[in-house]
């Protein structure tokens, strides 16, 4: 199926390409290179765009590199997250401090961006991470 807002209303989320579903609820949505290919354009969304996805748990967004901006902070409200996959984009900024709330975060993929500035100390606090990757950006730490 195609990403648009109308073929998601008529068929369900579920159906999507990129979308996996358990019980009818989205628990992840994988958008790289692979996956559905390449050709997303624009910023990262907010959390809100994300709000109606309560049992979401893997949100990866890879291999585009049209997708640019920043991290939005506010990502730490999906408290579910145990995969953020947001490697080999154009994200540029800083890693947002408050990702360090998602204390379900067993991965996080931010390798092959333009990030810039240190990892946060806040990150310390991810206990259970098993895998964090920033290599080929600017960052410090």
């Known amino acids: 199926k195609e990403w648009t807002r109308e073929s998601g209303a008529m068929s369900g989320?579920?159906?999507?390409?990129?979308?996996?579903c358990k019980n009818n609820m989205v628990t992840k949505v994988s958008l790289y290179f692979g996956k559905i290919g390449v050709g997303l354009q624009g910023t990262l969304p907010p959390?809100?765009?994300?709000?109606?996805?309560?049992?979401?748990?893997?949100?990866?967004?890879a291999d585009q590199p049209g997708v640019r901006g920043n991290i939005p902070s506010?990502?730490?409200?999906?408290?579910?997250?145990?995969?953020?996959?947001i490697g080999n984009n154009s994200i540029t900024g800083t890693m947002?401090?408050?990702?360090?709330?998602?204390?379900?975060?067993?991965?996080?993929?931010?390798?092959?961006?333009?990030?810039?500035?240190?990892?946060?100390?806040?990150?310390?606090?991810l206990t259970i991470l098993e895998t964090f990757t920033v290599d080929n950006n600017q960052v410090t730490g």
């Not at 959390?47 to 967004?61: D, E, H, N, P």
């Not at 506010?74 to 996959?85: A, F, P, R």
């Not at 401090?97 to 606090?125: C, E, S």
């Open 74 to 85: 506010d990502w730490s409200q999906l408290k579910l997250l145990e995969v953020i996959g």
């Open 47 to 61: 959390a809100a765009t994300f709000a109606g996805l309560t049992k979401l748990v893997v949100l990866k967004i």
């Open 96 to 125: 947002p401090a408050a990702l360090a709330n998602l204390l379900r975060l067993k991965v996080l993929h931010m390798w092959g961006n333009k990030l810039t500035g240190q990892i946060p100390d806040t990150y310390k606090a």
């Open 13 to 20: 989320y579920c159906l999507w390409d990129g979308v996996e």
